[in-house]
Nanobody, 118 residues
């Protein structure tokens, strides 16, 4: 099991930026793909972005393409989500998770709140 701790959330005005970080425990961080998800009040958790183990492949849900950038630093066991041009509809708790390798996500963090005011 991998321990994941998110940070970097907060309150920002529409159009602003935040960078989320997800620090992982364990020496095999560089071996697996990672993802970011979010859950808004009253809504189901949704996929936001993912990155391959090497960082060479990235994926985004349509609503964040061109605004969010996922990256990772395997030497620091950390994955990042740079969020620019934030919108009120981006308000949610953001979670990072480890991909098991079989397409499912396991080992979730506790989440970090992102609130975008209009």
């Amino acid at each position: 099991q991998v321990q994941l701790v998110e940070s970097g959330g907060g309150l920002v005005q529409a159009g602003g930026s935040l960078r989320l970080s997800c620090a992982a425990s364990g020496r095999t961080f560089g071996s697996y793909d990672m993802g970011w998800f979010r859950q808004a009040p009253g809504k189901e958790r949704e996929f936001v972005s993912a990155i391959s183990w090497s960082g060479g492949n990235t994926y985004y849900t349509d609503s964040v393409k061109g605004r969010f950038t996922i990256s990772r630093d395997n030497a620091k066991n950390t994955v990042y989500l740079q969020m620019n041009s934030l919108k009120p509809e981006d308000t949610a708790v953001y979670y990072c998770a480890r991909n098991s390798g079989g397409g499912s996500y396991v080992d979730w963090g506790q989440g970090t709140q992102v609130t975008v005011s209009s």
